[in-house]
């Protein structure tokens, strides 16, 4: 580990050896330890969650306005209304047609129900007129016997022939009666014919009447809506926010709705729409935590979190900006639409880490090419365990591996004896292993041997401890999966050597606030002194003297 005892934290009087007297001591900063913020900057403007125009379907004349700036509604409440005698008249003279329909449809209905009596009269006599045919028919064939039997007697001599000549005319009387009856039975089914067209003409009538009766409604409802709708009404609970009529202002709705009122819904929910550069666009997430101000309230800062940033870019003087919409609670009502908020969107933030000056990671001494030869940069030297890391990490990694098994297995020392006679099989295995191998082959190694390590751990373990020691695994590899993502860079810093000359160290950098700089692995300690400037001056180009004045 590299400690500098030569030089007190934050110490700016040291002298690099060998240099002249005349050379700027080295300025230099503390790596410390603490919490880092990091964040995006941006403005944008209060915006209510929903915001509602409300406008008039209908032209005419503002008799009444209800409502004024800043009042509170609620769904469904009268904001303001209309002229609306004209439209009155045509209710009443649309509810009187509707009426005469309605009657006329009961009209139609009497003739029906006067064809359909007629009709069932009419089946009445036909059954009688049938009847009367059968007994005339009976009464006929009575006769005809008669006659048939007078004839013969009357040629034996036994007879009369006035008797004969009676049954003979009863008979013609009776062939008479029936044909009279079998005229007045086709009349009768003509007639009955006759009102089933008067049946079907009145059922039609009677349709078609009910036809115009829902004709008239419809119109009239229609009226009726148009009525209504000279009441101007708010479709949801909110505050007025801009009132664009006055009384007796004539209200044009032909070609399209005029915006009469514009109401904010429920301001106790607000959204900022921000200017998100494209720089930064990659950093922002839903959920994020966001602090801003506003110029009506500068000492007070409020809260708020990100809700989406909306795909649709917009570019304006080539400038590429996404809209960020941030989610906010205004439970007070002190922000007011339209106000200008000065954003910090909070990206990341980090505890207790280390955290160099970012002068310190600007530094470039004079002579860079010799301290690039001296850096201390290795190639990553994985234990066991190890996920990634600078030289140190497979230390660190083997050393968290052991400690959570003996806390969460806790094995028998017996086992323990095992796992550790395990743990340094392994170790041994990488250290001859990594003779003249990439960094990438040192990973891979490093997997094969975390997952043999790992079996022969469970053989050596009691069912109940081999399930614990499976969950604990799964545990850790979780949270090296999740430390893995975190996104890092390379960066260099400079310390006082034993020699006196700086000394280059390459670190991975984390999140930065502006001012410190997450160091992210490496060999370094609190306390350590970087170097941020100062030093031997870069050599530069002779001055030029300035030219004698001319004396002509």
Same mark, same amino acid.
């Given at each position: 580990?590299i400690?500098?005892?030569?030089?007190?934290?934050?110490g700016y009087?040291?002298?690099?050896?060998?240099s002249?007297s005349?050379d700027?001591p080295?300025?230099?900063?503390?790596?410390d330890? #603490?919490?880092i913020?990091?964040?995006?900057?941006a403005?944008?403007t209060l915006?209510?969650v929903?915001?509602?125009?409300?406008?008039?379907?209908l032209?005419?004349?503002?008799v009444?306005i209800?409502?004024?700036?800043? %009042?509170?509604?609620?769904?469904?409440?009268?904001?303001?209304?209309l002229?609306?005698?004209q439209i009155r008249?045509?209710?009443?003279?649309a509810?009187?047609?509707?009426?005469a +329909?309605r009657?006329?449809?009961?009209?139609k $209905?009497?003739?029906?129900?006067r064809a359909?009596?007629?009709?069932?009269?009419?089946d +009445?006599?036909?059954?009688?007129?049938?009847?009367l045919r059968?007994?005339?028919?009976?009464t006929?064939?009575e006769?005809? $016997?008669?006659l048939?039997?007078?004839?013969?007697?009357?040629?034996t #001599?036994?007879g009369?022939r006035?008797?004969?000549?009676?049954?003979? %005319?009863?008979v013609?009387?009776q062939?008479?009666? /029936?044909a009279?009856?079998? &005229?007045?039975t086709?009349s009768? !089914?003509?007639?009955?014919?006759?009102?089933?067209?008067?049946?079907l003409?009145?059922?039609?009538q009677?349709?078609?009447?009910e036809? *115009?009766l829902?004709?008239?409604?419809?119109?009239l409802?229609?009226?009726?809506?148009?009525?209504s709708n000279t009441?101007? $009404?708010?479709p949801?609970d909110g505050v007025?926010v801009q009132?664009?009529?006055?009384?007796?202002?004539t209200?044009a709705?032909?070609?399209?709705?005029p915006t009469?009122?514009t109401?904010?819904q429920?301001l106790r929910e607000?959204?900022?729409?921000?200017?998100?550069?494209?720089?930064d666009? *990659? !950093?922002?997430?839903?959920?994020?935590?966001?602090?801003?101000?506003?110029?009506?309230y500068?000492?007070r800062?409020?809260?708020?979190?990100?809700?989406?940033v909306r /795909?649709g870019?917009?570019t304006?003087q080539n400038?590429?900006?996404y %809209?960020g919409?941030?989610?906010?609670?205004n439970?007070d009502?002190a922000?007011?639409?339209?106000m200008?908020?000065?954003?910090?969107?909070?990206?990341?933030e980090?505890?207790n880490?280390? $955290?160099a000056?970012?002068? =310190?990671l600007?530094?470039?001494?004079?002579n860079?090419?010799? /301290?690039v030869?001296?850096?201390t =940069?290795?190639?990553?030297?994985?234990?066991?365990? +190890?996920q990634g890391g *600078?030289?140190g990490? *497979?230390?660190?990694?083997?050393?968290?591996y052991?400690?959570r098994?003996?806390t969460?297995?806790?094995?028998?020392?017996?086992?323990?004896?095992?796992?550790?006679a395990?743990?340094?099989?392994?170790?041994e295995?990488?250290r001859a292993?990594?003779?003249g191998a990439?960094p990438?082959?040192?990973r891979r190694?490093?997997?094969t041997?975390?997952?043999?390590n790992g079996?022969?751990?469970?053989?050596?373990?009691?069912?109940e401890r081999r399930? /614990?020691?499976?969950? &604990?695994m799964?545990?850790?590899? &979780?949270?090296?999966?999740?430390?893995?993502?975190?996104?890092?860079?390379?960066?260099r810093?400079h310390?006082?050597?034993?020699d006196?000359q700086p000394r280059a160290?390459?670190?991975?950098?984390?999140v930065?606030?502006?001012?410190?700089?997450?160091?992210?692995g490496?060999e370094l300690?609190? #306390?350590?002194?970087l170097?941020?400037?100062g030093?031997?001056?870069?050599?530069?180009?002779?001055?030029v003297?300035? !030219?004698?004045?001319?004396?002509?």
């Amino acid at each position: 580990m590299i400690a500098v005892g030569s030089a007190a934290a934050g110490g700016y009087a040291y002298s690099v050896g060998g240099s002249g007297s005349s050379d700027p001591p080295y300025r230099f900063a503390s790596l410390d330890q #603490g919490p880092i913020t990091a964040s995006v900057r941006a403005t944008g403007t209060l915006t209510p969650v929903s915001t509602v125009l409300v406008g008039s379907q209908l032209s005419g004349i503002i008799v009444e306005i209800l409502v004024d700036f800043n %009042t509170q509604v609620k769904a469904g409440q009268i904001v303001a209304r209309l002229f609306s005698e004209q439209i009155r008249a045509r209710r009443d003279g649309a509810a009187a047609e509707a009426e005469a +329909a309605r009657s006329d449809i009961g009209i139609k $209905r009497a003739q029906l129900e006067r064809a359909n009596a007629a009709r069932i009269k009419a089946d +009445a006599n036909l059954r009688d007129l049938a009847a009367l045919r059968d007994r005339t028919l009976a009464t006929l064939a009575e006769n005809r $016997r008669t006659l048939d039997r007078q004839s013969d007697l009357f040629k034996t #001599g036994a007879g009369s022939r006035a008797v004969f000549d009676s049954a003979r %005319t009863q008979v013609d009387v009776q062939t008479a009666q /029936l044909a009279s009856v079998e &005229a007045q039975t086709a009349s009768a !089914r003509a007639e009955i014919l006759g009102l089933d067209a008067d049946i079907l003409l009145a059922r039609a009538q009677i349709t078609a009447s009910e036809a *115009g009766l829902q004709q008239k409604l419809a119109r009239l409802r229609d009226i009726e809506i148009d009525l209504s709708n000279t009441d101007i $009404r708010s479709p949801v609970d909110g505050v007025v926010v801009q009132r664009q009529i006055e009384l007796g202002q004539t209200v044009a709705a032909s070609f399209s709705s005029p915006t009469l009122f514009t109401i904010a819904q429920d301001l106790r929910e607000i959204e900022i729409y921000s200017n998100i550069d494209e720089a930064d666009v *990659g !950093r922002i997430k839903a959920g994020q935590k966001v602090t801003f101000t506003v110029n009506a309230y500068p000492n007070r800062t409020f809260e708020g979190s990100v809700k989406l940033v909306r /795909l649709g870019a917009q570019t304006v003087q080539n400038v590429v900006t996404y %809209t960020g919409v941030i989610g906010v609670r205004n439970a007070d009502m002190a922000l007011l639409p339209g106000m200008t908020a000065n954003l910090q969107i909070i990206t990341d933030e980090r505890q207790n880490v280390l $955290r160099a000056p970012n002068a =310190a990671l600007r530094f470039k001494p004079v002579n860079t090419a010799a /301290l690039v030869a001296g850096s201390t =940069a290795q190639p990553d030297d994985p234990g066991p365990f +190890a996920q990634g890391g *600078g030289a140190g990490a *497979g230390n660190r990694a083997a050393q968290v591996y052991r400690e959570r098994i003996v806390t969460e297995v806790k094995p028998t020392a017996e086992q323990m004896k095992a796992i550790d006679a395990i743990l340094e099989q392994g170790r041994e295995r990488l250290r001859a292993e990594r003779q003249g191998a990439s960094p990438e082959e040192i990973r891979r190694n490093a997997q094969t041997v975390r997952r043999e390590n790992g079996r022969k751990i469970a053989e050596v373990l009691d069912p109940e401890r081999r399930a /614990l020691f499976e969950k &604990a695994m799964q545990d850790l590899a &979780a949270q090296n999966r999740q430390r893995q993502q975190r996104d890092t860079s390379p960066g260099r810093v400079h310390i006082v050597g034993e020699d006196g000359q700086p000394r280059a160290i390459d670190v991975r950098l984390g999140v930065s606030d502006g001012a410190v700089t997450e160091i992210v692995g490496g060999e370094l300690q609190p #306390g350590v002194n970087l170097i941020t400037g100062g030093g031997p001056l870069r050599s530069t180009a002779p001055a030029v003297s300035p !030219r004698s004045p001319r004396l002509f």
